[in-house]
């Protein structure tokens, strides 16, 4: 499911500028200037999730193109070696070990990847 998360990160940043703004114009409760830095905080995570999303979103794309064509080559192997491959064995054997294969590989390069993701 695809969603435009940067425009949730804008909704979020917006709610706290309306906030800054009317804690600016009534006042804070009983002077406590932390409540305008509570904003501002908010307001910078924003505009940081504004910038960092759309980044994270095209890394994900581009691995997941380079996964696709990692296993579109492994299955043109495999279909090369059946041609002259053992006997019996037929293409649909062996591209179906091939997609197991590199599932397997896609399962631990993603274990990977979603540490160096956080």
């Given at each position: 499911?695809?969603?435009?998360?940067?425009?949730?990160?804008?909704?979020?940043?917006?709610?706290?500028?309306?906030?800054?703004?009317?804690?600016?114009?009534?006042?804070?409760?009983?002077?406590?200037?932390?409540?305008?830095?509570?904003?501002?905080?908010?307001?910078?995570?924003?505009?940081?999730?504004?910038?960092?999303?759309?980044?994270?979103?095209?890394?994900?794309?581009?691995?997941?193109?380079?996964?696709?064509?990692r296993?579109?080559?492994?299955v043109?192997?495999?279909?090369?070696?059946?041609?002259?491959?053992?006997?019996?064995?037929?293409?649909?054997?062996?591209?179906?070990?091939?997609?197991?294969?590199?599932?397997?590989?896609?399962?631990?390069?993603?274990?990977?990847?979603?540490d160096?993701?956080?």
């Amino acid at each position: 499911m695809r969603t435009n998360d940067v425009r949730v990160a804008l909704a979020g940043t917006a709610a706290w500028a309306v906030a800054l703004v009317v804690l600016l114009v009534a006042g804070t409760p009983s002077g406590d200037d932390w409540w305008l830095w509570v904003c501002v905080t908010g307001i910078v995570t924003g505009l940081f999730g504004v910038w960092y999303i759309p980044r994270l979103q095209a890394g994900r794309e581009r691995q997941e193109a380079a996964r696709a064509a990692r296993r579109e080559a492994a299955v043109e192997d495999a279909v090369q070696v059946s041609e002259a491959g053992p006997a019996g064995a037929t293409r649909q054997d062996i591209a179906a070990e091939a997609s197991t294969t590199t599932a397997a590989s896609a399962a631990s390069e993603t274990s990977e990847t979603t540490d160096a993701d956080v």
